[in-house]
């Protein structure tokens, strides 16, 4: 089992559309929680970080996580094609003196005009 | 984009060669990472490095070696290239934001092994 799960997609919503994507993981030792977006050819860029269990809000982008679960999870309100990307989940604990990122897979999104 | 630059960003080279790709930073960060990407994967750790001469294995070490002489430059050296490390390589490096660490990626290097 992968320490990290998610959805690879791809996933396709109308514009204007809210998204919803997850992760899961099983490592209670992640403390910090991120999503990256990418672009097709471009380095992952963050977009969210948050380090503990509740809601954060920037913009139209809402990232969850509920510890107890262990599920995150990244909201996206009044979606735009500009939206259309790839979405990494990510997770990080300290391990052996440096800070260690667990991957999700990536969900492919794209969002039509 | 965190001031970090890759090179190569992009090489095609043939089974056996040694490949040499390069990292630079900035801004004197003390972590910074090498991760490949590969479809089905998502990004998966070879090496990181905690300062100058600091370093040490990551997720997919097997195949790679690196060295940190300097804390701008992070080089990644395949010692015989083969066809299963063509992938996407980025580096990155952490960056303190409030109570943690954020990671910041490279553009990335498009590395074809033939």
């Known amino acids: 089992q992968k320490e990290v799960e998610q959805d690879p997609g791809p996933l396709s919503v109308p514009e204007g559309a809210i998204v919803s994507l997850n992760c899961t993981y099983s490592?209670?030792?992640?403390?910090?929680f991120m999503w990256y977006r990418q672009y097709s050819r471009k380095g992952p860029e963050l977009l969210m970080y948050?380090?503990?269990?509740g809601n954060k809000e920037d913009g139209r982008f809402t990232a969850q996580v509920d510890k107890s679960s262990k599920y995150i999870s990244l909201f996206i309100r009044d979606s735009q094609p500009s939206d259309s990307a790839t979405y990494l989940c990510a997770m990080s604990a300290w391990i052996q003196g440096a800070q260690k990122l667990v991957f999700g897979q990536g969900t492919r999104l794209t969002i039509n005009p | 984009d965190a001031g970090i630059t890759q090179s190569p960003r992009h090489k095609v080279t043939e089974t056996g060669t040694p490949v040499t790709l390069r990292c630079h930073q900035t801004?004197?960060?003390?972590?910074m990472y090498w991760y490949r990407q590969d479809p089905g994967h998502g990004l998966r750790l070879i090496h990181y490095s905690y300062g100058v001469k600091d370093t040490d294995k990551g997720e997919v070490s097997d195949g790679y070696s690196v060295s940190r002489s300097k804390t701008e430059d992070f080089l990644l050296t395949l010692e015989s290239a083969t066809s299963s490390q063509t992938s996407v390589y980025f580096c990155?490096?952490?960056?303190?934001?409030?109570?943690?660490?954020?990671?910041?990626f490279g553009p990335g290097t498009r590395l074809t092994v033939l």
């Open positions: 490592n209670s030792a992640f403390q910090y």
């Open positions: 990155a490096i952490s960056e303190s934001k409030g109570a943690g660490y954020e990671q910041f």
């Open positions: 801004e004197n960060h003390r972590y």
């Open positions: 948050t380090y503990s269990s």
